[in-house]
Nanobody
Framework: QVQLVESGGGLVQAGGSLRLSCTAS????????MGWFRQAPGKEREFAAS????????RYADSVKGRFTVSRDNAKNTVYLQMNSLKPEDTAVFYC?????????????????WGQGTQVTVSS
């Protein structure tokens, strides 16, 4: 059974940093494109960042580019999202997801497995 478990969310002041972790079981992240998505209150879930399995290349939404960094530790079967210079508009539930796609994808329906989410709240 596949499980993705996010952790590291919390309350932080604007300008602060958080590092989210996503630990997988039942699958090997080195064989999946891993993505981070977020959903703010009253809004649709949106792509934030991803890292492909085939070459480890990364992609970011324009709204987080230069502030967020996605990485993975294959030995720990864990994906990370380092978030710096956080803004109140980053407040959302952040989800980790795994896709069998070999190429980058930001489409939600291309992701096969999802975590339960972790809340990130940025105060002004």
């Amino acid at each position: 059974q596949v499980q993705l478990v996010e952790s590291g969310g919390g309350l932080v002041q604007a300008g602060g940093s958080l590092r989210l972790s996503c630990t997988a079981s039942g699958l090997t992240i080195s064989s999946y494109t891993m993505g981070w998505f977020r959903q703010a209150p009253g809004k649709e879930r949106e792509f934030a960042a991803s890292i492909t399995w085939i070459d480890g290349s990364t992609r970011y939404a324009d709204s987080v580019k230069g502030r967020f960094t996605v990485s993975r530790d294959n030995a720990k079967n864990t994906v990370y999202l380092q978030m710096n210079s956080l803004k109140p508009e980053d407040t959302a539930v952040f989800y980790c997801a795994a896709s069998r796609s070999r190429a980058f994808t930001y489409l939600l329906d291309r992701y096969d497995y999802w975590g339960q989410g972790t809340q990130v709240t940025v105060s002004s």
